[in-house]
């Protein structure tokens, strides 16, 4: 079993880069909405998000310093719901739409102006989870994330926004012997082609 899940990993790791590996019924492409007016200008602070977008897994190479190849890919679409009053983003496991127990799940995102942060339910499939998130953007003009429900051991994740269109989510784990935060993962989003 151990090696057909190896063989079936790095199958996946040679795919030609973000190709798509999720069933047609997980494309948008296209009628994201958009804001709605009057909404505050923190309400941008997502923007990013908007779109269909094709991700790696990617882990982090200690010993390089640098991301390494994906491990699987996935789809990760985002567009504007409650008549432009929140953003929807949805993440879809790889083989979802043509392979039994691949999940899919979906963050709705408020930004609530009194406590100054978004607040986030996600909600996933395989597995019925429901959790509920905070993000904020801090001095260091990242947006951090975090989970308030159920309590998760401490972690860091940070998202990254890059040229073209891209951009990423970070986690990174508190190493043991030093207690530094160092990288463990990125899902880095490419647009994913819609034509």
């Given at each position: 079993?151990?090696?057909?899940?190896?063989?079936?990993l790095l199958s996946l790791a040679a795919a030609p880069a973000f190709a798509q590996v999720t069933g047609a019924e997980t494309r948008r492409c296209?009628?994201?909405?958009?804001?709605?007016?009057?909404?505050?200008?923190?309400?941008?602070?997502?923007?990013?998000?908007?779109?269909?977008?094709?991700?790696?897994?990617?882990?982090?190479?200690?010993?390089?310093?640098?991301?390494?190849?994906?491990?699987?890919?996935?789809?990760?679409?985002?567009?504007?719901?409650?008549?432009?009053?929140?953003?929807?983003?949805?993440?879809?496991?790889?083989?979802?739409?043509?392979?039994?127990?691949?999940?899919?799940?979906?963050?709705?995102?408020?930004?609530?102006?009194?406590?100054?942060?978004?607040?986030?339910?996600?909600?996933?499939?395989?597995?019925?989870?429901?959790?509920?998130?905070?993000?904020?953007?801090?001095?260091?003009?990242?947006?951090?994330?975090?989970?308030?429900?159920?309590?998760?051991?401490?972690?860091?994740?940070?998202?990254?926004?890059?040229?073209?269109?891209?951009?990423?989510?970070?986690?990174?784990?508190?190493?043991?012997?030093?207690?530094?935060?160092?990288?463990?993962?990125?899902?880095?989003?490419?647009?994913?082609?819609?034509?």
């Amino acid at each position: 079993m151990k090696t057909i899940l190896t063989a079936a990993l790095l199958s996946l790791a040679a795919a030609p880069a973000f190709a798509q590996v999720t069933g047609a019924e997980t494309r948008r492409c296209g009628d994201y909405g958009q804001p709605a007016e009057g909404m505050p200008e923190e309400f941008g602070q997502f923007a990013f998000l908007i779109g269909d977008f094709d991700v790696g897994s990617e882990p982090w190479d200690a010993e390089t310093g640098s991301w390494g190849e994906p491990q699987y890919y996935a789809r990760w679409n985002g567009y504007y719901g409650f008549g432009g009053r929140a953003i929807f983003d949805e993440w879809y496991d790889p083989g979802y739409g043509y392979r039994d127990g691949s999940g899919a799940g979906i963050n709705i995102r408020l930004w609530d102006a009194a406590s100054g942060q978004w607040h986030t339910a996600w909600h996933y499939t395989a597995n019925n989870e429901v959790r509920e998130l905070r993000q904020v953007v801090r001095e260091d003009s990242l947006m951090w994330l975090w989970q308030v429900y159920p309590e998760a051991p401490e972690r860091r994740v940070f998202f990254e926004i890059y040229e073209d269109g891209e951009w990423a989510r970070i986690s990174q784990v508190q190493d043991e012997a030093t207690g530094e935060w160092v990288n463990s993962v990125r899902l880095h989003a490419r647009p994913a082609n819609c034509g």
